[in-house]
């Protein structure tokens, strides 16, 4: 299936003078951008036919990721996974057959990770599969790792970064998707859009992943799963799906951590840990 890395996301601060760049994609992370250890992740995993950058072009086309094509980025995220999932169904002549849609940041992303969540599209009966992991399986492969969970009835989780989309359905609802977008790193603006309802659920820790679930089919009209994945699937694929990069703090871990990773044997600079 092709696969579309979205890779417009600029970043400031100390993020970017550690970075050396205001541009995610091309942190460095082992020694090369974090963006080609995503594709190479895709590349390897034997599932993916195309993969598609949307970015600045000039900036991402001087670098060698490894991509099919690098596709100019809109003014938004959501314009930039339209222009993305447009090729998609370009190369594939009009077949609404699923897709990958992957962030840039995906700095432990792994074949075996890609490989796993790919195949779960024939049993997952969904326009959109998002990947989900408890925090004691996502801290068991990333200790002391800074990543934020939602307080649920199910659990403490964390959402995945890699999902599985059918292009048909998105391009489709892409005025809904804005709204989803734009409240995605707040909690609480992602209750706030699901309905007073599932706000004081949020609030009082009584809501479902089930709930969830069924109130963003409901708002974007898509059928949406979230997958949740455990301790017993292979090759840390649950945590390797999730663990991204939102700041500082996330970056310094990351470098640590794959340096650490490397240093035991796990993989060297070319290859993800």
Request: with cysteine.
């Amino acid at each position: 299936m092709p696969a579309v890395v979205t890779a417009g996301g600029r970043i400031d601060g100390e993020f970017a003078r550690e970075a050396g760049t205001d541009l995610k994609a091309l942190a460095p992370v082992g020694g090369r951008p974090v963006i080609a250890h995503v594709i190479d992740a895709l590349r390897a995993s034997g599932r993916v036919s195309h993969v598609f950058v949307v970015g600045p072009k000039a900036r991402l086309g001087a670098v060698d990721t490894g991509a099919d094509e690098v596709l100019e980025e809109g003014a938004t995220g959501p314009e930039n996974f339209r222009r993305g999932l447009e090729r998609c169904a370009e190369v594939r002549g009009g077949d609404d057959g699923p897709a990958l849609l992957c962030a840039t940041d995906l700095a432990f992303l792994s074949p075996e990770a890609v490989r796993w969540l790919a195949d779960q599209t024939g049993t997952a009966d969904a326009d959109i599969v998002f990947p989900i992991v408890d925090e004691p399986t996502y801290m068991a492969a990333f200790p002391g790792s800074p990543n934020t969970f939602a307080p649920l009835v199910d659990g403490h989780l964390t959402g995945g970064s890699l999902q599985i989309v059918r292009p048909r359905v998105i391009l489709e609802n892409m005025h809904l998707i804005e709204a989803g977008f734009a409240a995605r790193k707040s909690q609480l603006a992602m209750a706030r859009l699901l309905g007073p309802g599932l706000v004081l659920r949020f609030l009082f820790k009584r809501l479902t992943v089930a709930a969830a679930e069924a109130r963003v089919a409901k708002i974007i009209g898509c059928r949406v799963r979230a997958l949740r994945i455990g301790p017993d699937a292979p090759g840390l694929v649950g945590p390797r799906l999730c663990a991204d990069i939102d700041g500082p703090e996330d970056y310094e871990y990351v470098r640590r951590r794959w340096a650490e990773m490397s240093h035991g044997g796990g993989g060297g600079e070319e290859t993800t840990p």
